[in-house]
């Protein structure tokens, strides 16, 4: 892919910011980090990330039940993990 490190980096911002305010799904961000990021099919991503396809398909679909295994196997290659974040209240 041919993306600038500049404009990479906006993008991994993009993504991290709107997984912590809630605006964006994993699912959501797993896929964007996957096409826009890697520009890799899913089939590739999965052998890089070391888990299924199925599995993969399950993360990026917000199917099923995955294990935080899985979930930081696939965000690792962004220098990213799951996490806890602070509940914003609007009071």
Do not use: W, Y
């Not at 990479?8 to 980090?33: N, W």
């Not at 679909?61 to 806890?84: C, D, I, W, Y």
């Amino acid at each position: 892919m041919t993306t600038s490190m500049d404009a990479r980096a906006l993008l991994l911002q993009s993504i991290e910011q709107g997984l912590a305010d809630g605006s964006l799904q994993i699912g959501e961000a797993v896929r964007r980090l996957r096409t826009e990021v890697t520009g890799l099919h899913q089939n590739q991503f999965a052998k890089m990330c070391k888990i299924s396809v199925r599995t993969l398909v399950h993360i990026e679909h917000g199917e099923g039940n995955q294990t935080l295994k899985s979930l930081n196997a696939v965000f690792r290659p962004f220098g990213m993990k799951m996490g806890v974040v602070r509940i914003r209240r609007n009071h």
